[in-house]
């Protein structure tokens, strides 16, 4: 009974992201979902027997992804010859009707502009997604892609028993926007485009966060022995019955003229599209033409990609601005002459750093290129070196904080410079305010960035423990903060206090301390005092913490002017202790113990034993010492863990055996 209803829900789960992610027309709402994946994850933790790699459980991802294995490709991965001109594409057409001596029909696709991926199937499941890699091999990547949900984990309908279809991993629009603007206001590097974003969340060893970054996934090629029809065109239409999201711009093109109106059309409609493209695909139609055309060593001779030519402008660099983030990294930016760019009027753009300044040798009022980085971030790309004349001086990075005079630091292996007056810096004192209230930190709703602006400016704010002082009189005779506004910011201002000790810990804006980086610490120390004392040594021993983020706690930690602001907030009565109830949970057979995990496991994620850990009193070290109590030990363990735990003595533990442990207590 229990088996049956397992396989009922897992069937209309991947209906529902079938009908959502491919069709974009759900049928149920997202709690009914969410109500039916409850029910399943239930049932298969209740009954492990029924385990299934391919169920839609498992879309959430896990972390226990061990070293990506490489793959050798059945049939070869290769690129495609580039063209940039209708000179070219003429000649592609020419070769190809010479060496066919026949009638022959192209199909026109758009070129995502992703990272390539090689799915295999049998019997309908899912069984290896491997990379391009050198187009000979490439990594497995399954786990991750597993966690796409717009990728069909079984099929429907009457498809072939093995065979292979190649697509392009996407981050859509929105989701790179999104990324980017949490990025931001971290002050952590921003993705490029959503390229470089895609390729790198699938190379990620943690498919948990892959899936938190909802990749998508287009396809454009059967590959297979037993494929159900001669033409390409045909073979994708088919695919888009077992459940994959294949391109509604496929057109199959009889003349060449057919092929120049769908790329005319394309380099002006593609901008409306909710993923990045930057070309159109022309294949040969028939399976039969493309074997007599053959490949070269690089790339197939039956296709070509067209690639639209980059959008950019000229227009004048009139100076250099530079703004302070949060953390106190500053960034410079380039105001230039208005341009019209990819439909939008670019005013701005981002300089980055002081090295991408020297190297492209600017000067107030060169001409430059600016382009779209991804059709998003306005960029400058060169200087019109020819174009010099009465040009000013030469742009050199600043040497002083813009907002409060402080002589600017660069820290070693780090291309940004920093401004370290951060408790007397402006923008980073409300940076921090406002970091400190948000939805994540402490979710003190009406201290918006304008509000917290003003009482800045009225020395009602100038740091974070302000907030636990301010008054109600105060408030109230503020422009723009009425009776009611004022009430309500007090209110929210007395339920932070019960916001619990890790989000407190990340809310304190300790650089490189993010969501995941607090509850660490806060599981680890269990308090702030403990905390405060502890020294680097300990810090790098916490699992994932470290050399960076341990400098930047023991610096925060060690600045006077830090502790006195902690200590206030322990006075407000903020949460400065993990809560009872955590406490309780946790148990003490691991009390005082230094545990290492390696390896993969059968019964239970890494993530899984690491919160076992945690919750019976033990600590997550990354790295084998003297002083680490065991080690659990999964299979395919490291081999320099297990040489230096053999070396040292350390004791390794099976998960069954730390199972039985726990259990005992």
Same mark, same amino acid.
């Given at each position: 009974m229990i088996k049956e209803r397992i396989e009922l829900l897992r069937q209309e789960l991947e209906q529902h992201n079938y009908n959502y992610y491919v069709l974009s027309s759900p049928v149920v709402s997202d709690f009914e979902y969410d109500l039916m994946m409850k029910q399943l994850v239930d049932l298969e933790r209740q009954c492990p027997e029924y385990f299934d790699p391919n169920s839609p459980s498992q879309r959430v991802g896990s972390d226990i992804n061990a070293a990506f294995k490489q793959v050798a490709h059945i049939y070869p991965m290769l690129s495609l010859s580039n063209t940039y001109s209708a000179e070219e594409v003429q000649d592609f057409y020419d070769r190809v009707s010479k060496a066919l001596n026949d009638g022959f029909e192209l199909v026109c696709e758009l070129k995502y502009d992703g990272t390539s991926i090689s799915l295999t199937y049998q019997h309908g499941a899912l069984v290896r997604a491997v990379t391009r890699g050198d187009g000979e091999k490439g990594d497995d990547v399954t786990a991750n892609v597993r966690t796409i949900r717009s990728i069909p984990l079984r099929l429907k309908g009457d498809f072939p028993s093995v065979f292979e279809i190649r697509g392009e991993i996407l981050m859509p629009w929105a989701v790179f926007d999104e990324q980017n603007r949490e990025r931001e206001a971290q002050e952590e590097p921003l993705f490029a485009n959503p390229r470089n974003a895609a390729s790198g969340t699938l190379k990620l060893q943690n498919s948990n966060l892959v899936a938190s970054r909802k990749l998508d996934g287009y396809f454009y090629y059967l590959l297979g022995d037993k494929l159900p029809c001669e033409s390409h065109s045909e073979n994708l239409q088919k695919a888009a019955t077992w459940g994959f999201k294949t391109s509604d711009a496929t057109k199959v093109c009889k003349t060449?003229?057919? &092929?120049?109106?769908?790329? =005319?059309?394309?380099?002006?409609?593609? =901008?409306?599209?909710?993923?990045?493209?930057?070309?159109? &695909?022309?294949? &040969?139609?028939?399976?039969?033409? +493309?074997?007599?055309?053959?490949?070269?060593? =690089?790339?197939?001779?039956?296709?070509?990609?067209? =690639?639209? +030519?980059?959008?950019?402008?000229?227009?004048r660099l009139n100076s250099v601005s530079y703004q302070v983030g949060r953390t106190g990294a500053v960034t410079p930016v380039a105001n230039l002459d208005p341009v019209q760019l990819s439909g939008t009027t670019v005013k701005r753009a981002s300089l980055h750093n002081a090295d991408i300044i020297k190297s492209l040798d600017l000067h107030i009022g060169d001409m430059v290129f600016v382009e779209k980085g991804g059709e998003i971030i306005p960029k400058i790309t060169a200087v019109d070196k020819d174009a010099r004349i009465l040009i000013g001086d030469a742009v050199n990075f600043i040497k002083k904080c813009p907002e409060c005079g402080a002589n600017l630091v660069r820290y070693e292996g780090e291309a940004a410079h920093y401004c370290p007056n951060e408790n007397h810096c402006p923008p980073q004192i409300k940076g921090k305010i406002e970091h400190f209230v948000g939805r994540k930190a402490m979710n003190i709703e009406g201290l918006g960035g304008e509000t917290i602006n003003l009482l800045y400016q009225n020395n009602l704010l100038s740091k974070i423990s302000d907030i636990y002082s301010l008054k109600m009189g105060d408030l109230v005779q503020l422009e723009r903060l009425g009776s009611k506004s004022a009430q309500n910011i007090q209110l929210a201002v007395q339920k932070s206090k019960e916001v619990p000790f890790e989000r407190v810990l990340f809310s304190l804006g300790?650089?490189? &301390?993010?969501?995941?980086?607090?509850?660490?610490?806060?599981?680890?120390?269990?308090n702030i005092e403990d905390l405060i004392t502890t020294n680097y040594e300990q810090l790098v021993e916490v699992d994932e913490i470290g050399e960076r983020i341990a400098q930047s706690v023991v610096r925060y930690f060690s600045d006077e002017e830090n502790l006195k602001t902690v200590r206030l907030l322990k006075e407000y009565g903020l949460q400065m202790t993990l809560s009872d109830d955590k406490l309780e949970a946790m148990g003490t057979s691991l009390s005082g113990q230094c545990i290492v995990i390696s390896g993969t496991f059968r019964h239970h994620s890494r993530d899984e034993y690491k919160a076992m850990i945690e919750q019976h009193g033990g600590k997550n070290v990354a790295s084998v010492s003297a002083k680490t109590s065991f080690i659990l030990a999964g299979e395919n363990m490291g081999p320099e863990k297990l040489k230096k735990a053999e070396a040292l003595g350390v004791q390794l533990m099976n998960e069954e055996d730390f199972l039985s442990l726990l259990i005992k207590e």
């Open positions: 060449l003229d057919d &092929v120049w109106a769908f790329i =005319k059309y394309w380099d002006v409609e593609r =901008k409306n599209l909710p993923v990045a493209t930057d070309g159109i &695909v022309i294949k &040969v139609n028939s399976l039969t033409q +493309q074997r007599s055309l053959g490949l070269t060593a =690089k790339s197939p001779r039956w296709a070509v990609a067209y =690639k639209f +030519q980059a959008e950019k402008a000229l227009t300790i650089r490189f &301390v993010g969501e995941t980086v607090a509850k660490k610490l806060a599981f680890a120390f269990i």
